[in-house]
């Protein structure tokens, strides 16, 4: 055991199953929205750990791409999650192990606090979260101290993880508020399924640290993209406040006399206006995207919202000295860059300043879209 103050903890991605439902293919390789499943589980995890780690069996080295220790079972041939959980306790230094399997794309980010909480409230050896029905026992907070107990369990044979896990005092830690963490693909056709905020077109972010360029290319960008015959619509964040009417003008007193909503027309423009009721209450792209009449409208291009769940572009300048976005964000799915990224080379590439390339790309893009 460690002599830090808090328990230390690895968290481990088990991705070195067979995946025999999904017809055997790598399920943390394959791509959910663009992005490789291992990718959305990387994001929930690293922030809750001190270390990662993935367990994998298969395409080590594609797996290494997303810069993370990949560990292979220390016990020859697939023997399910057992195995992955003895060889991350086997080689970490960690006081636990937290796990979590590869194809689960929304894991709570109140895993480890949680689980750690309910150990220690209840003095149990170890914890396993429940969807409030049933155990999820590949959601485990486990001490390392117990790798014996499980080598010996695997040496005599067996593999289920239910067996091992109630050898010993077994906490059960309540995620009946979150069941969407347990959410996993087992088929092919789960992976068409969408988290992503609903649209019945396209929907594309742009992502980069500000001054970056995005105002600057989306306007050259949907001049492109008008060319083509694509109809746009843009979405833009705004980071501070802001105001489209004028003081002395007649809307902007009335919205001040106190209309929480204010709509402007006339033959050729509509303008609506409409007062937040805190001001601590960031706007979201479900409630936003109602809004737009999308009967025109071919595709929907959003500047900010980094956080949302949507496809994105990610605008990236080397020699402005900002770090990379793409490496915590599965959503991204290409980089335009004025640079060759090298540690990027799985994910797509195009020039910043090819604006022709990038409308290319956009192209395709919305042949490929599935609402």
């Known amino acids: 055991m460690s002599s ?29 929205q663009h992005q490789p499943m291992v990718r959305y589980a990387i994001k929930a995890m690293a922030p809750q750990v001190d ?31 057992l195995a992955g959980m003895l060889t991350a306790m086997e080689q970490t230094t960690a006081d636990y192990i937290l796990t979590a399997p590869c194809d689960c794309p ?26 409030g029905e049933r155990l999820q026992p590949v959601f485990c907070l486990i ?61 594309l972010g742009f992502s980069a640290f500000s001054g970056t360029g995005k105002t600057t290319l989306l ?36 919205r001040e006399a106190g209309a929480q909503q204010m709509l402007i027309a006339s033959s050729n423009m509509m303008a609506l206006m409409e007062k937040s009721q805190s001001n601590d209450n960031e706007p979201r792209l479900s409630t936003l995207l109602p809004r737009l009449d999308t009967s025109t409208l071919n595709l929907i291009l959003v500047e900010g919202f980094k956080h949302e769940a949507i496809p994105k572009i990610e605008l990236h300048r080397p020699g402005l000295g900002k770090p990379l976005l793409f490496k915590d964000d599965p959503h991204i799915i290409a980089i335009a860059s004025d640079e060759d990224i090298t540690d990027a080379h799985h994910i797509k590439q195009m020039d910043i300043n090819n604006i022709p390339a990038i409308a290319d790309f956009i192209e395709h893009f919305i042949s490929s879209w599935t609402a």
């Open 106 to 131: 929304t894991i709570s980010a109140q895993l480890r606090q949680r689980m750690m909480e309910t150990l220690l409230l209840t003095q149990s050896d170890l914890a396993v979260a429940t969807d």
């Open 219 to 254: 306007k050259q960008l949907i001049p492109e993209l008008q060319k083509r015959n694509v109809h746009v619509a843009v979405i833009k964040h705004a980071h501070h406040n802001f105001d489209i009417d004028k003081p002395g003008k007649d809307s902007y007193e009335l």
């Open 51 to 81: 270390t990662l780690i993935i367990n994998a069996n298969r395409h080590i080295d594609q797996y290494q791409h997303f810069g993370y220790p990949v560990i292979s079972d220390s016990i020859e041939g697939f023997h399910g999650p």
């Open 4 to 32: 830090h103050t808090y328990p230390s903890i690895t968290g481990v991605i088990l991705a070195g199953g067979q995946a025999r439902r999904m017809g055997g293919g790598d399920k943390g390789l394959m791509l959910y």
């Open 143 to 203: 001490p390392t101290r117990l790798k014996h107990s499980l080598k010996t369990f695997l040496e005599k044979g067996e593999r289920k993880i239910d067996r091992w896990l109630v050898q010993h005092k077994l906490a059960e830690v309540d995620f009946s508020d979150q069941p969407e963490t347990f959410v996993n693909f087992n088929h092919p056709e789960d992976l068409e399924h969408s988290l992503k905020p609903k649209s019945d077109i396209p929907i």
